[in-house]
T-cell receptor
Framework: DQQVKQNSPSLSVQEGRISILNCDYTNSMFDYFLWYKKYPAEGPTFLISISSIKDKNEDGRFTVFLNKSAKHLSLHIVPSQPGDSAVYFCAAFTGNTPLVFGKGTRLSVIA | DAGVIQSPRHEVTEMGQEVTLRCKPISGHDYLFWYRQTMMRGLELLIYFNNNVPIDDSGMPEDRFSAKMPNASFSTLKIQPSEPRDSAVYFC??????????????FGAGTRLSVL
């Protein structure tokens, strides 16, 4: 039973446009959420995070939004660049527990 | 710091052989994690250690899998005997802690295992 779900396996976006990656979770106890980015033949790298006490966190072109009532978070990339093409993983945790990862969404930014 | 270092990067072996994957975590990190990535199941947590002690191995698929952390700078994941369905990419990660912002895990580049 998946506690963190990324329902879109892939997404294609035109360069310069906004990319929106979505993530849903089932465990209402999760209190911290992270996004990781993974290039081929490399390990995932941390991108951005958000605590459950916030509803938005921004870092340059990347913004994460959290909707606790809907148990939903999203990652917005504006503007999208070809170098953003990668697999994006959503992760969450509560208390002193390890991260729970979604299965990932492959983003392709087309020039 | 050089980051999390895994070896080998690629491993090709025959069914029934023993496979040992190695990991050196980031110095000062108290937690070490082993993951397996497959298309079907995504990133699965196999086992994690705190200060060299295994905390949760409920993700280890079978008794054929074992993991050790003899000291703070080294861990191994062993599969004996290996089977074709073990073919996957295995990642090691480390973190300072598992609370709030300290629960950011840093991953190695992974070991791609192919069991023929």
């Amino acid at each position: 039973d998946q506690q963190v779900k990324q329902n879109s396996p892939s997404l294609s976006v035109q360069e310069g446009r906004i990319s929106i990656l979505n993530c849903d979770y089932t465990n209402s106890m999760f209190d911290y959420f992270l996004w990781y980015k993974k290039y081929p033949a490399e390990g995932p790298t941390f991108l951005i995070s958000i605590s459950s006490i916030k509803d938005k966190n921004e870092d340059g072109r990347f913004t994460v939004f959290l909707n606790k009532s809907a148990k939903h978070l999203s990652l917005h990339i504006v503007p999208s660049q070809p170098g953003d093409s990668a697999v994006y993983f959503c992760a969450a945790f509560t208390g002193n527990t390890p991260l729970v990862f979604g299965k990932g969404t492959r983003l392709s930014v087309i020039a | 710091d050089a980051g999390v270092i895994q070896s080998p990067r690629h491993e090709v072996t025959e069914m029934g052989q023993e496979v040992t994957l190695r990991c050196k975590p980031i110095s000062g990190h108290d937690y070490l994690f082993w993951y397996r990535q497959t298309m079907m199941r995504g990133l699965e947590l196999l086992i994690y250690f705190n200060n060299n002690v295994p905390i949760d191995d409920s993700g280890m698929p079978e008794d054929r899998f074992s993991a050790k952390m003899p000291n703070a700078s080294f861990s191994t994941l062993k599969i004996q005997p290996s089977e074709p369905r073990d073919s996957a990419v295995y990642f090691c990660a480390s973190s300072l802690a598992v609370v709030l912002a300290k629960n950011i895990q840093y991953f190695g580049a992974g070991t791609r295992l192919s069991v023929l």
